[in-house]
């Protein structure tokens, strides 16, 4: 039970370059949310998938993509990144509105050049 | 105004005290609150969670909701320099979109 698999964990980029950020969970979890966090700026909301089927836009989303593949998975597109994209990344799940159990993976660290 | 609010800090408090932070948030028919704990360079660890209004206590830390006065706050008793870290208040949203904002966080540091 590995829980919220992201990767890659650290990715250097060029800019206009693009790249994919994968997340897995095997808790059959409903919702999956992607944040980033900057120094001093907390978590915010990028996108966010509230059951599978389903995307919405978090705080954010400019300059983002997701797509919510399966229940398990939900990706992060960054189609051309800039130097503004340079974040920690952080995937995570819950099961159900109400529930005491938001679930987050390692993260996934991105410097963009 | 910011969907969730908190003081940046940090706050710093010795060893043995208590540590108080709040948290306000705009959204009316939010419904669930939560308090995170992260230590520099890991990801966040749910500390509580919190859905009716009053106190709830687990260990040395309670957590308190009045959702007439949109107020969240996390009591650390007996602070240690362990619990130096900066604390994350979320909220869940209403509506039912599973909306989850966080706050920009509150580093704490415990000095001995």
């Known amino acids: 039970n590995a829980g919220v698999t992201q990767t890659p964990k650290f990715q250097v980029l060029k800019t206009g370059q693009s790249m994919t950020l994968q997340c897995a969970q095997d808790m059959n979890h409903n919702s999956m949310y992607w944040y980033r966090q900057d120094p001093g700026m907390g978590l915010r909301l990028i996108y966010y998938?509230?059951?599978?089927?389903?995307?919405d836009k978090g705080e954010v989303p400019n300059g983002y993509n997701v797509s919510r593949l399966n229940k398990r998975e939900f990706s992060l597109r960054l189609e051309s990144a800039a130097p503004s994209q340079t974040s920690v990344y952080f995937c995570?799940?819950?099961?159900?509105?109400?529930?005491?159990?938001?679930?987050f993976g390692a993260g996934s660290r991105l410097t963009v050049l | 105004q910011k969907e969730v609010e908190q003081n940046s800090g940090p706050l710093s408090v010795p060893e043995g005290a208590i540590a108080s932070l709040n948290c306000t948030y705009s959204?009316?028919?939010?419904?669930?609150f939560f308090w995170y704990r992260q230590y520099s360079g890991k990801s966040p660890e749910l500390i509580m969670s919190i859905y009716s209004n009053g106190d709830k206590e687990d260990g040395r830390f309670t957590a308190q909701l009045n959702k007439a006065s949109q107020y969240v706050s996390l009591l650390i008793r007996d602070s240690q320099p362990s619990d130096s870290a900066t604390y994350l208040c979320?909220?869940?949203?209403?509506?039912?979109?599973?909306?989850?904002?966080f706050g920009a966080g509150t580093r704490l540091a415990v000095h001995p």
């Open positions: 959204d009316r028919g939010s419904q669930s």
């Open positions: 998938s509230a059951s599978e089927g389903t995307t």
């Open positions: 979320a909220v869940l949203l209403g509506g039912g979109y599973n909306k989850l904002i």
């Open positions: 995570a799940s819950i099961p159900k509105e109400g529930a005491n159990v938001l679930t």
